[in-house]
């Protein structure tokens, strides 16, 4: 474990400095290949934490990397061990809605929002304008430069770790060696494009999941309606949120009494990520569970976490994502313009995602939408190729983004796992070993390329 300070503010230096902290897992064989740089993505996600469970054998990273690289996991700036965002868990936990109906609505979500990010800005300080990012680009070559100058960048980044490590590319291409991004983030498009691809990825992913509850017993809801199942749990919960009488109110894993309609459907995005569990993510088969046991009354699996601290992880999260991405509706027809187009191109889901929550939650926001959209720069011009990796068939990361990306990135190769659930490398198989062979051996996959596993 170790720290490192960097300017708070790249532009004017003067005006402090930020703690940034890290965890380094040395490789395992005796001619390691440098240093690789992890981002879990997020936004939001504890590098720092991924390796030290790596450390443990827990199987975050392929046998190759672990012989091969000394792997950084840098906490980006208030994230973990890097100064985290601090906001009043009460003021996150108000239950407000992000799909208001009428005026009085929209004011209660705008003032909802004014009053949190308040809380984060006087919790934490005047960090809370400087996390988007461009900052953390600047942050990794300024460590890079630290520890390794006279090593180029080696990156691996998941899903919002993809963005992470384009950003990097676009800034300092020369200093990229091997970059691998798995489930792809497309930070080029303007508000109701994003919103529409991510809605549709995750209706497409959630009606594979349908069918394939119908294919296998490993559904709880195996032989039954799983879509008419999941439409009368939406019915029952827009009359009346559905008890969830295993939660509690303290505690880690503190998570509401009950669960509306709006939440169900956050939720079942989250739990969509992956069809087979992985290290610290369940399966298909607990969503399954899930639904069956909120049809019976009892939505304790579907119910949304409480915030119990200052220091709750998914404060980063709203903090950095209200940085990045544009939130421009101010008024409830522009608001509703957006819910009207994703009810009529996702109609289960009504365009629930983590794009909405930002262009809702962020209205009113104190800290400046400072790296909003916008195409990629020239300088990703003259980055070397890069490995991208994505399912046809996710419900975070659209395989429309990582096209529109491939596109964007000369040199760039995309790699298409044929299959369900929210990036690859963690399930071994196919995909993971084209990840593998590109930082350790340089080697691409042909362009186009199509695994199964």
């Known amino acids: 474990r170790g720290f490192i300070t ?30 690789l740089f992890y981002n879990p993505g997020g936004p939001g996600g504890v590098a720092s934490e991924d390796i030290l469970a790596a450390a443990q054998d827990e199987h975050y990273f392929g046998p190759p990397v672990l ?29 407000v809605s992000s799909f208001p109906t009428t005026e009085d609505d929209l004011r209660k979500l705008i003032a909802h929002n004014e009053a949190f990010g308040k809380s984060c800005l006087d919790l934490t300080g005047p960090l809370l304008n400087h996390l988007d990012t461009v900052n953390l680009a600047k942050d990794m070559e300024f460590v890079r430069r630290a520890l390794i ?38 930070h080029t498009q303007d508000e109701t494009t994003t919103l529409n691809d991510e809605a549709t990825a995750y209706e497409m992913t959630l009606d594979r999941f349908f069918t394939w509850c119908n294919t296998t017993i490993d559904c709880t809801l195996h032989g039954q309606d799983a879509a008419g199942i999941f439409e009368s749990i939406l019915r029952k919960a827009d009359e009346q949120p559905i008890p969830a009488p295993g939660c509690s109110s303290t505690g880690e894993s503190a998570c509401r009494s009950d669960v509306t309609a709006e939440e169900i459907r956050t939720k079942i995005q989250i739990l969509l990520l992956f069809q087979n569990a992985t290290d610290g993510y369940s399966g298909w088969d607990l969503l399954s569970r899930a639904m069956a046991e909120t049809a019976e009354g009892n939505a304790t699996l579907l119910s949304s976490p409480l915030a119990t601290s200052e220091s709750f992880k998914a404060y980063a999260g709203l903090a950095i994502g209200c940085q990045d991405w544009l939130h421009e509706s101010t008024t409830l027809a522009d608001l509703w313009y957006k819910i009207n187009m994703a009810s009529a191109t996702a109609t289960r889901t009504r365009g629930s995602t983590q794009t909405y929550y930002y262009q809702s939650k962020c209205i009113g926001w104190p800290a400046p939408n400072t790296n909003p959209q916008r195409r990629l720069g020239a300088g990703i011009e003259r980055a070397p190729p890069i490995l991208l990796v994505n399912s046809k068939s996710d419900p975070s990361t659209s395989i429309v983004w990582a096209t529109g990306i491939q596109r964007q990135v000369p040199g760039s190769v995309l790699l298409t796992r044929s299959g369900n659930g929210h990036t690859s490398y963690a399930l071994g198989g196919e995909a993971a070993a084209a990840i593998d062979a590109f930082l350790v051996e340089g080697v691409l996959p042909r362009p186009a390329t199509v695994v199964d596993s």
Do not use: W
């Open 6 to 35: 960097v300017p708070m503010d790249y532009h004017h230096v003067e005006k402090g400095r930020v703690e940034l902290g890290m965890v380094r897992f040395s490789a395992v064989g005796k001619a390691p290949l440098g240093t």
């Open 149 to 186: 100058s006279d090593e180029k960048l080696n990156f691996f980044g998941y899903s919002y770790g993809s963005q992470v490590g384009l950003t990097y590319a676009e800034l300092y291409p020369e200093n990229v060696n091997r970059m691998a991004l798995d489930g792809i983030l497309d």
């Open 67 to 95: 012989e091969n690289y000394d792997i950084l996991g840098l906490d980006p700036r208030g994230v973990g061990m890097s100064q985290p965002v601090k906001c009043n868990p009460d003021l996150f936990n108000e239950r």
